[in-house]
């Protein structure tokens, strides 16, 4: 941590399909947070990331991949749909003075990266696997309710059907 600097991370776009007004409420946000920062004399580096590979139709993680359906529906590549979308993506943001990340990333750039964190996290005993693939185990970071603003009692009454 150093004085007057914020590191300021966002998620970005998963890039399959046309960005609309619910996508730019929540980058809208992120740039009156950045402003009122900056107004407020912190240097603020903000990073985000974009979804160019690997997500899922479903918010359950089930089904097929959102860029090879674009890429059907479009008649073209994953990677052309990607970029087509990235690019309208970036200009939608120019278009409401949404100030751009000072760093971008895409997901298909960090794909060693990711698969060393995994590693290192496997190592360490923090994840778990199941046929479809490894997972954090929330279970080895005591204050994971805390951090998650998670009310356990809450989640444990939903999950017995009880209100």
């Known amino acids: 941590m150093q004085a007057g600097k914020v590191g300021m991370y966002a998620c970005g776009m998963t890039v399959y399909d046309h960005t609309h007004i ?22 603020v580096t903000h990073v985000m990331n974009v979804t160019d590979v690997g997500h ?30 990235e690019k309208e993506f970036f200009l939608v943001l120019q278009e409401l003075n949404i100030l751009p990340p000072v760093v971008i990333c895409r997901a298909t750039e960090h794909i060693p990266e990711q698969i060393a964190l995994v590693k290192k996290l496997e190592a360490k005993g923090y994840t778990y696997k199941i046929s479809d693939g490894i997972y954090f185990d929330t279970t080895k970071f005591p204050s994971y309710a805390h951090f998650a603003r998670l009310n356990l009692d809450d989640l444990s009454k939903r999950e017995r059907g009880w209100k």
């Open 22 to 43: 619910g996508h730019m409420r929540k980058y809208t946000n992120d740039d009156i947070l950045r402003r009122t920062l900056e107004y407020l004399g912190y240097s």
């Open 56 to 85: 899922l139709v479903s918010d359950a993680d089930e089904g097929e991949d959102k860029l090879e359906k674009g890429a059907r529906r479009e008649g073209i590549s994953a990677w052309d749909v990607a970029r087509k979308y």
